[in-house]
């Protein structure tokens, strides 16, 4: 489903500010699979998000999805497959257009371009019954802003945007970082519920270590560009935060003051 091949990137090469941000990842996700993934900052998480997404292209290496070779293809081209919410409620949407509006953006994604009207009766009832899923009341505000919504509903409604078209891909990132606990605790558990409901293919950066052992069946850690630990399904479930920051101690073979600060 989704393969990762020797990805390799460097920033300012040649320079006194090169960073490797990426060395040698190699990482296979199969149908379902639903991987978090934590890491220091600068570790290379959101580096590898927007190289799957094709905002970036690896110097080395090859990215795979569906059998097919997307490691040059544009942004615009690859999110066909790619469903992708960001840390940022403000991002994903467009405010100064309606709920419907930007569901129907959302729905064009991978569909063949014609001159018929955006949004019919048919299509607005079907947003309506998705919408209704989230259990938020947005299914009777069709024509609202989207600028007007709360973070947690425009978070919401990122989401669906995201997955009701099922992605081959679904990159969250941080996506529930921004929010109070309460809406963080909401987005959670939508996110849990839409992933299993259609059976997403997932990657989910955190730096929740508690929210990362608790969702999905996969969980990898990185560090310095490269992905240091891999949990999969069976270990995962027997796994805790303490047990994940002396696995961290551990690889990284230091005693460090605050490995929780380090991990956030």
Request: charged letters at 25%; zero cysteines.
């Amino acid at each position: 489903m989704l393969q990762l091949n020797g990805i390799y990137k460097v920033f300012h090469e040649g320079t006194p500010d090169e960073k490797i941000a990426l060395q040698n990842v190699h990482l296979s996700l199969q149908k379902g699979d639903f991987v978090t993934i934590i890491g220091s900052n600068g570790a290379g998480k959101s580096t590898l998000m927007n190289l799957i997404s094709g905002v970036l292209f690896p110097d080395e290496g090859t990215i795979w999805i569906d059998g097919q070779d997307v490691t040059m293809m544009p942004e615009y081209v690859r999110s066909r497959y790619i469903g992708r919410v960001f840390q940022d409620p403000m991002a994903g949407t467009a405010p100064n257009m309606t709920i419907e509006e930007n569901l129907a953006l959302a729905y064009a994604r991978n569909q063949t371009r014609t001159l018929r009207r955006g949004v019919t009766k048919k299509r607005r009832d079907e947003f309506r019954e998705l919408l209704a899923t989230l259990h938020l009341g947005l299914e009777d505000r069709l024509q609202a802003k989207v600028g007007l919504l709360s973070g947690g509903e425009r978070q919401a409604l990122s989401l669906l945007m995201a997955t009701f078209t099922e992605p081959s891909i679904l990159l969250l990132d941080e996506h529930t970082a921004a929010l109070d606990p309460a809406r963080a605790e909401l987005i959670t558990n939508l996110t849990k519920e839409i992933v299993e409901r259609y059976r997403l293919t997932t990657l989910m950066v955190t730096h929740n270590m508690q929210q990362a052992i608790d969702l999905g069946n996969r969980l990898i850690m990185m560090d310095k560009g490269q992905i240091i630990l891999e949990v999969d399904e069976k270990e995962k479930k027997r796994l805790t935060v303490e047990k994940l920051l002396a696995e961290f101690r551990r690889i990284r073979g230091e005693q460090l003051a605050s490995d929780r600060a380090i991990l956030s």
